[in-house]
């Protein structure tokens, strides 16, 4: 019945949960329950109806470690309730988050440096200069790109291999090369 009922999700769950509360007593298969189906709902039922019994306060406690805030179920706690073994069960799971956090400040840790390292060697590829040859021409006016005593030598030279004289291109080259978007548009015809 406790199968089917939590097969089905939604209410049927809930009441599920309320049949391994209220008729088998299994605090265990009630925690391995909302385990299994991590509903927020079921959780806040079982830490209602377990906080009203001090004695199971701490089992549900070591349970809800890694589902749920345990601040929720020391707030159910009423001042001057005497629950047997809460302190160690406070510490375990104190500790229990304490690594979590130190795993979680390891890993941010480690990707803060990956990516310190990565963008450190783009930036020094980018800086990078790029061999050009006497033979390649500019791809607007088709002169040489390298040419001795003209003012043609500030030249530049795009991610696609395309250089271009700085003053053919003055207005003309936007955000892509020309003779690349030419391209394109020649290849789009055909297709």
């Not at 605090?27 to 906080?51: R, T, V």
């Not at 988050?97 to 450190?120: K, M, P």
């Not at 003053?167 to 690349?180: F, H």
Request: net charge negative.
């Amino acid at each position: 019945m406790v199968y089917l009922l939590g097969r089905m999700g939604g209410v049927e769950a809930a009441e599920a949960l309320n049949i391994i509360i209220h008729s088998i007593r299994d605090i265990e298969m009630a925690i391995e329950f909302c385990k299994e189906h991590d509903d927020n709902d079921l959780w806040n039922a079982l830490i209602n109806e377990f906080s009203k019994h001090p004695e199971i306060v701490t089992k549900v406690l070591d349970g809800i470690v890694d589902y749920v805030n345990p601040a929720v179920v020391v707030e159910k706690i009423k001042m001057g309730q005497n629950i047997p073994n809460l302190r160690p069960s406070l510490i375990k799971m104190l500790w229990h988050y304490n690594i979590h956090f130190e795993v979680l400040s390891s890993a941010q840790q480690i990707q803060l440096n990956d990516y310190f390292e990565i963008h450190s060697e783009i930036v020094t590829k980018q800086r990078r200069g790029h061999h050009v040859s006497y033979e390649q021409l500019c791809s607007m006016c088709q002169r040489p790109v390298l040419m001795i005593g003209t003012h043609y030598n500030c030249i530049i030279r795009l991610e696609c291999g395309h250089v271009y004289h700085k003053p053919c291109t003055q207005g003309k080259l936007q955000k892509n090369c020309t003779e690349c978007y030419l391209w394109n548009l020649a290849v789009e015809k055909y297709v």
